[in-house]
């Protein structure tokens, strides 16, 4: 311990002088613990010196234990050496004689070998020669293998001369094969009947020979089944359109007919599907030089019918074989017409197609998988058909003959009527136009889905642009040509109740053709070959039917216009100078309000909401505008006549207004609306302007109508009946004032722009906003003086209608009441 710690201690354990009495004891316990300490260590050391000496004594006898170890090892590597020795010496004959009977093994077992291909060879040459055919096939095996243990030994000269011999052989076989298969097919195996067994014996030879041997044997087998087919269909009596479907009647009838002799050919040889095959490629090649020889173009129906034929004849092939390629429907092409005979043929087709469908799937486990084979790498759809399609023009150009010829039936029959309580609002005629379309169009695709198709689609382009000029020409029309001009009925349309029905039924015709045209062009572009489906393409049409439907619209509008002339004409023929009292509204409002309830129920019931919303707007912007200009037409027009004439103003805004629930389709009414609004709100303006009095005209001309022109100024002040000389004086006066006028709203802009920090000039400031001031003032101190001037129940209307125009937030005539 530390000085510090030992007196800590002390100090710990005697704090106090007391304490101090303890000392002895401690002393004598610490005393008897040092006793004790000692005699632990003299033990200890006693014990140590005792164990040195022992383990020098065991380190001793350790190490003389190593030393006789390890003379153990060495005896014991030396004996191992010793008989390592003897063993090589013993085992140095025994090996010579191991490799020699090995190699003596070799030998043996090669000349073995050799002699039995002499021998099986000697057989197989026999054989040959007496053409064992069933025996040669297993002999050829057996020679085969036994050849391959020599390919070794091809340097020896008389494994040489065996394989030699061997291919003689061979080549002699192959040649008394040929020969014998010659034979089939000439009558000879219906009086031999072993002949059949013969050659299929001969075709177990054929499949030990090399794989190229049996292609040589097929291929002039298919060509000599073909040499009668080639020389009958070349004549010139059989090498016709016309007599396509015999050749497929001929191939169908060989295959059936020889289907018993021909099971001699083992079934992976498939010699029927190659057949097939060199019979299509044979006769496509004669299909082309006929068509391509044909002095004139071919019937329609022969050459359709060669065609469906040809179709027909490939599905059964690719059906019968498993050809790969989608399938289509093959239907007449002129079944439509054939009646009710066709169509049963048409079901029976199909029932037959469809039972072969399943019962080719219920047999797919037990059929032999080598029939599959084929089915990877051809496919009979198209191989013959395709020859027809550059000669197809024909058949393209009677289609639309037909559908032209049938489109003008269709218009001719059309009644342009619709029967009460039609659900559809269609011309029967738009539908059966596709109906017949879609018919052409499942004929075509039936044969071909390539460019005849495209050229058929653009058939149908033509065909719905006739049909949609067929619908512009049944529009009602104006006046044309010289009289009508000089009479100022160019242009005009006058149309009855019937004629606005059919103008909604060709909208609504030509809007399910817009949308029904770009439907076939979508099914057409699915059924056409990929690489032609961007040419399918049917925006030209849909234009040409949506200017249909805006030429219809806009002549039912101008027909509407044409029943209101008579009754805008009655307007300017009222005595409005000399009426004396103002009353109910007029009876030309009344008939403007009869032709809207006669005519707009019907065009709401019959046009879809937004072609009656197009309608609407084009009613407004040319009833309107036509209402305000016609007022100008009038003659003099007295201070009673005047205020006539606002009330007959409001009959008639309402009466517009009222238009869209009139016809039960007030979705998106609001902005014609707001549109009917305005502009009627200029004819009560003018209406205004002339009930005011002759020195206050001018300022309530400008306020009311700030876009008035000074000819129309003029002309108010005609109808207010002022003579020439007074207008004369207002005009001046109105013309000096309009400068003004027309620089306030400047003025009152160029206040707005100048800075707060820079102090405007007076005369800036100043007389613009007086001149603003004083203008109000003065024209609403004259409107009050004509509200106290009146007297009558009509002008008491026009005052409360005048105060309704303060709470209206758009109008020309709320700037009179702004603050």
């Given at each position: 311990?530390e ?20 000392v ?5 316990k ?7 300490v ?10 140590q ?8 004594e065991?380190l001793?006898a350790a ?26 010496e ?7 004689l ?6 003596i093994?070799?030998t043996?077992?090669?000349l073995?070998r ?8 000697e ?10 055919y069933?025996?040669a ?5 057996a ?8 390919d ?17 052989i ?12 010659s ?31 049996r292609?040589?044997?097929v291929?002039?087998?298919?060509d000599?089944?073909l040499?009668s087919?080639?020389?009958?269909f ?11 479907e015999?050749?497929?009647?001929w191939v ?10 021909w099971?001699?050919?083992p ?14 490629k044979?006769t496509?090649?004669?299909l082309e030089?006929?068509l391509?020889?044909l002095?004139?173009?071919?019937e329609?129906?022969t050459?359709l019918?060669?065609?469906?034929r040809t179709i027909e004849?490939?599905?059964e ?17 002129f079944?439509e017409?054939?009646g ?5 043929q048409t ?7 469809y039972?072969k ?5 219920q047999?797919?486990q ?6 599959a ?15 027809f399609?550059?000669?197809l023009t024909v058949?393209?150009?009677?289609e ?5 010829e049938s489109?003008?039936k269709?218009?001719?029959e059309?009644?342009?009527d ?9 011309l029967s ?7 017949i ?8 695709s ?12 653009k058939v149908?382009?033509r065909?719905?642009r006739?049909y949609?000029?067929k ?14 001009a ?17 103008i909604?039924?060709?909208v609504n015709?030509?809007?399910?053709c817009h949308?029904t045209a ?13 690489q ?8 030209e ?17 101008n ?6 002339d008579v ?5 300017t023929?009222?005595?409005?100078a ?9 009876e030309?409002?009344?008939n ?5 309830n006669?005519?707009?129920p019907?065009?709401?019931r ?12 084009k009613?407004a ?14 003659k003099q027009i ?5 205020q006539?004439?606002?009330l ?5 805004k ?5 238009i ?9 009414a609001?902005?014609?609306s ?16 002339i009930?005011?009095?002759i020195?206050?005209?001018?300022d ?5 109508l ?6 129309e100024?003029?002309?108010i ?5 002022l003579?020439?000389a ?11 004032r309009?400068?003004g ?5 400047i003025?009152?802009?160029t206040?707005?722009?100048i800075p ?6 007076s005369s800036?400031?100043?007389?613009p ?11 609403l101190t004259?409107a009050a003086?004509?509200?106290r ?5 009509g ?12 709470d ?9 009441f702004?603050?």
């Amino acid at each position: 311990m530390e000085k510090s710690s030992t007196l800590d201690y002390i100090n710990q354990m005697f704090p106090t002088e007391a304490s101090l009495t303890g000392v002895e004891p401690l002393m004598q316990k610490v005393h008897n613990e040092i006793r004790v300490v000692d005699a632990e260590i003299l033990t200890a050391v006693r014990q140590q010196s005792n164990s040195g000496s022992k383990a020098k004594e065991d380190l001793a006898a350790a190490t003389s234990a190593v030393k006789e170890l390890m003379y153990k090892v060495r005896e014991i590597k030396s004996k191992a050496e010793q008989s390592e020795t003897m063993v090589q010496e013993i085992c140095r004959d025994i090996k010579k004689l191991d490799f020699a009977k090995k190699h003596i093994t070799t030998t043996i077992t090669a000349l073995h070998r050799l002699t039995m291909l002499v021998s099986a060879i000697e057989q197989l040459q026999v054989m040959a020669s007496k053409r064992q055919y069933k025996e040669a096939s297993a002999q050829l095996e057996a020679v085969s293998q036994l050849c391959s243990h020599f390919d070794g030994y091809r340097d020896n000269p008389k494994i040489t001369e065996l394989r030699d011999k061997f291919k003689n052989i061979k080549q002699i076989l192959k040649s008394h094969v040929f020969s014998d298969f010659s034979s089939l097919g000439t009558g000879k195996e219906t009086e031999d009947s072993s002949l059949l067994q013969h050659l299929s014996d001969a075709c177990l030879v054929v499949d030990a020979l090399e794989p190229s041997v049996r292609e040589e044997l097929v291929k002039n087998f298919c060509d000599r089944e073909l040499i009668s087919y080639q020389q009958i269909f070349e004549g010139a009596e059989l090498a016709k359109l016309d007599k396509t479907e015999r050749r497929y009647a001929w191939v169908k009838r060989r295959l059936r007919t020889n289907e018993e002799i021909w099971k001699i050919f083992p079934t992976s040889w498939h010699v029927d599907y190659l057949l097939c095959i060199q019979f299509c490629k044979l006769t496509r090649t004669q299909l082309e030089d006929i068509l391509e020889n044909l002095k004139e173009k071919p019937e329609v129906a022969t050459l359709l019918m060669a065609l469906q034929r040809t179709i027909e004849f490939e599905e059964e092939l690719a059906d019968k074989f498993g050809g790969s390629g989608s399938s289509r429907t093959v239907t007449d092409g002129f079944g439509e017409t054939d009646g009710s005979e066709s169509n049963n043929q048409t079901v029976l087709d199909i029932r037959k197609k469809y039972e072969k469908k399943l019962n080719a799937h219920q047999g797919d486990q037990v059929n032999d998988k080598d029939l599959a084979v084929p089915a990877a790498g051809f496919n009979f759809r198209g191989i013959i058909s395709s020859c027809f399609e550059p000669h197809l023009t024909v058949y393209v150009e009677f289609e639309e003959k037909t559908l032209m010829e049938s489109l003008e039936k269709l218009v001719q029959e059309e009644t342009w009527d619709m029967e009460e309580g039609s659900q559809t609002n269609i011309l029967s005629s738009s539908m059966q136009v596709f109906l017949i379309i879609r018919r052409s169009l499942k004929r075509c695709s039936a044969l071909t889905k390539n460019q005849t198709l495209l050229n058929l689609f653009k058939v149908f382009q033509r065909v719905l642009r006739a049909y949609a000029n067929k619908l512009f020409m049944k529009l009602p029309k104006g006046g044309t040509g010289i009289v009508a001009a000089a009479t100022g009925m160019d242009g005009y349309i006058k149309t009855s109740d019937k004629d606005e029905r059919m103008i909604c039924y060709i909208v609504n015709t030509a809007e399910y053709c817009h949308k029904t045209a770009e439907e076939l062009a979508d099914n057409v572009s699915k059924i056409i070959d990929t690489q032609l489906a961007d040419a399918v393409d049917m925006s030209e049409v849909q234009d040409e039917f949506s200017a249909v439907i805006t030429k219809a619209l806009v002549t039912l509008v101008n027909g509407l216009e044409t029943k209101f002339d008579v009754e805008m004409a009655a307007m300017t023929r009222v005595l409005w100078a000399t009426l004396e009292s103002v009353g109910d509204q007029s009876e030309y409002v009344n008939n403007i309000k009869m032709i809207l309830n006669g005519s707009i129920p019907v065009l709401g019931r019959l046009l879809s909401p937004v072609y009656f919303q197009f309608f609407l707007d084009k009613l407004a912007s040319s009833l309107a505008p036509r209402f305000y200009l016609n007022i100008f037409k009038c003659k003099q027009i007295s201070e009673t006549g005047a205020q006539q004439m606002l009330l007959d103003t409001q009959a008639v805004k309402t009466t517009l207004l009222d238009i869209p629930s009139l016809g039960k389709q007030t979705a998106g009414a609001a902005s014609y609306s707001k549109f009917v609004s305005r502009e009627m709100s200029k004819a009560e303006a003018l209406l205004k302007v002339i009930l005011s009095p002759i020195d206050s005209v001018a300022d309530t001309y400008s306020a009311l109508l700030p876009e008035g022109t000074p000819s129309e100024f003029q002309r108010i002040l005609e109808l207010k009946g002022l003579k020439k000389a007074d207008q004369q004086t207002i005009l001046e006066d109105f013309n000096k004032r309009g400068t003004g006028i027309s620089q306030m709203p400047i003025a009152a802009s160029t206040v707005q722009v100048i800075p707060a920090a820079t102090p405007a000039p007076s005369s800036v400031v100043s007389q613009p906003s007086s001149a603003i001031i004083a203008s109000r003032e003065d024209v609403l101190t004259r409107a009050a003086a004509l509200g106290r001037g009146a007297a009558t129940t009509g002008f008491k209307r026009f005052l409360a209608l005048t105060e309704a125009a303060k709470d209206r937030t758009d109008g020309p005539f709320r700037k009179l009441f702004n603050a």
